[in-house]
């Protein structure tokens, strides 16, 4: 088959799985209506386990159309097996929607995300081992907290000025008051939660992580002439793209203590969840970590969405991010050890996989698949990014059980 009549085979499985995948839409439709929070947080200083309706959708036709275009891919071309991974991946996502509130959402969310029990990469220790870890040696550090001294119209406007240096078509911040997250980010736009204030360093974290990884990877996939499917937020990317927007925070300073603890401090209520923890018993968890009772309440709230809040069936959601970052950060170090610079740049081109990245790279040699439209800074520089992880390397190397400021105290 000559590359033309492949490309041409790819594309008409391409359009209609973009098409088909809109349909399932995780994260919203396991979304708690807004009079859930209001409910809890007016119920007093005890509060009974909140009552989201059941979630009630019907996928099997979707499902029937992603499978036979699933079928229908030539497995031999990396494009087509693209193609075929990313329908398997919403199919196994309208499995987990239609079984919300069931034992099966929980085996469903752990095919798809993870784990605590797992580990971060082969032969390392687990998501809950590496959370654990974080948490307890953060635990004595006595760092000041960001003061929020902006309003969400103030974030707002500082978040925008730092986009429009980057995109040429506009990317528009929105405020969006029901949001369990403070930020959310598509190809057309960025949510940010209204109705709380925001610290500078928080826009900064923003714009690297929402804007320049989620935005600009979705942009990026949405432009492809022959893979359009690189613009789909599947689940099985959410790993890669949570690591690499939370390494973008790493690269560029902006990641500060708080935000590493309250990703870790998820990972350790995920896991209390899973061993029967409810609802109120992980909002706990995050209030006695000094988040404010709103905040406590949509953190938990992440958790259980889909779930049982009476504990034991949760969303997994959230174990991606260290495991994410852990991975994105090896694929670098092994990618540069190699001599394969380019791959970080491939892997803004779309939303894939680290390994999706490999098998295509070969067709943004040729042309087939076009390079990044959307960068950050960090990424192009390949040089200062080298350095980086060249020294970062050396510095996972260090026993820190084996130092004390005591060593440093010699004057020779």
């Keep these: 088959m000559s590359p033309i009549v492949l490309h041409e085979a790819t594309v008409a499985i391409d359009?209609?799985?973009?098409?088909?995948?809109?349909?399932?839409?995780?994260?919203?439709?396991?979304?708690?209506?807004?009079?859930?929070?209001?409910?809890?947080?007016?119920?007093?200083?005890?509060?009974?386990?909140?009552?989201p309706p059941p979630i009630q959708v019907d996928l099997g036709d979707t499902r029937a159309g992603l499978i036979a275009l699933r079928d229908r891919c030539d497995l031999g071309h990396p494009l087509q097996a693209f193609l075929a991974r990313t329908a398997e991946s919403y199919v196994q996502a309208t499995r987990l929607l239609e079984s919300a509130g069931t034992p099966d959402f929980q085996r469903h969310s752990v095919a798809l995300y993870g784990h605590p029990d797992q580990p971060i990469v082969s032969g390392a220790p687990s998501h809950l081992d590496e959370a654990e870890h974080l948490l307890n040696r953060s635990d004595a550090l006595r760092v000041p907290m960001a003061q929020a001294t902006l309003s969400d119209e103030e974030a707002r406007d500082l978040l925008q000025q730092g986009i429009d240096l980057h995109f040429t078509e506009r990317l528009p911040v929105v405020l969006d008051p029901h949001m369990a997250s403070l930020a959310a980010a598509s190809s057309v736009?960025?949510?940010?939660?209204?109705?709380?204030?925001?610290?500078?360093?928080?826009?900064?974290?923003?714009?690297?992580?929402?804007?320049?990884?989620?935005?600009?990877?979705?942009?990026?996939?949405?432009?492809?002439?022959?893979?359009?499917?690189?613009?789909?937020?599947?689940?099985?990317?959410?790993?890669?793209?949570?690591?690499?927007?939370?390494?973008?925070?790493?690269?560029?300073?902006?990641?500060?203590?708080?935000?590493?603890?309250?990703?870790?401090?998820?990972?350790?209520?995920l896991s209390a969840a899973l061993d029967g923890a409810d609802f109120i018993q992980v909002y706990n968890i995050?209030?006695?970590?000094?988040?404010?009772?709103?905040?406590?309440?949509?953190?938990?709230?992440?958790?259980?969405?889909?779930?049982?809040?009476?504990?034991?069936?949760?969303?997994?959601?959230?174990?991606?991010?260290?495991?994410?970052?852990?991975?994105?950060?090896?694929?670098?170090?092994?990618?540069?050890?190699?001599?394969?610079?380019?791959?970080?740049?491939?892997?803004?081109?779309?939303?894939?996989?680290l390994g999706d990245a490999v098998k295509l790279q070969p067709f943004v040699d040729d042309g087939t698949l076009a390079p990044p439209q959307v960068m950050p800074p960090w990424a192009t520089e390949t040089s200062c990014l080298a350095a980086y992880l060249t020294w970062s390397a050396f510095g996972h190397r260090i026993p820190l059980q084996r130092v004390s400021l005591a060593d440093f105290q010699s004057d020779k």
């Excluded at 970590?289 to 069936?313: N, T």
């Design 286 to 353: 995050f209030r006695e970590a000094d988040q404010p009772d709103r905040e406590a309440f949509r953190s938990a709230m992440r958790l259980f969405r889909g779930g049982d809040v009476r504990g034991g069936v949760v969303f997994t959601k959230d174990v991606v991010y260290l495991r994410g970052l852990s991975q994105v950060h090896t694929f670098l170090l092994a990618a540069f050890d190699e001599n394969r610079v380019e791959l970080a740049q491939t892997l803004f081109s779309g939303r894939m996989t």
């Design 15 to 51: 359009r209609p799985l973009v098409k088909l995948a809109k349909r399932v839409r995780v994260l919203s439709t396991l979304a708690w209506p807004p009079q859930v929070e209001a409910e809890f947080l007016d119920s007093g200083p005890m509060p009974s386990l909140p009552q």
């Design 189 to 269: 736009r960025v949510r940010l939660r209204a109705g709380v204030r925001y610290a500078p360093i928080h826009i900064a974290q923003l714009l690297q992580h929402e804007a320049l990884v989620h935005s600009a990877t979705k942009r990026n996939g949405k432009s492809q002439a022959v893979l359009t499917a690189l613009g789909l937020s599947s689940p099985r990317t959410t790993a890669t793209q949570e690591g690499l927007a939370t390494l973008a925070e790493m690269i560029t300073d902006v990641l500060d203590l708080q935000r590493l603890r309250r990703i870790t401090l998820r990972v350790r209520a």
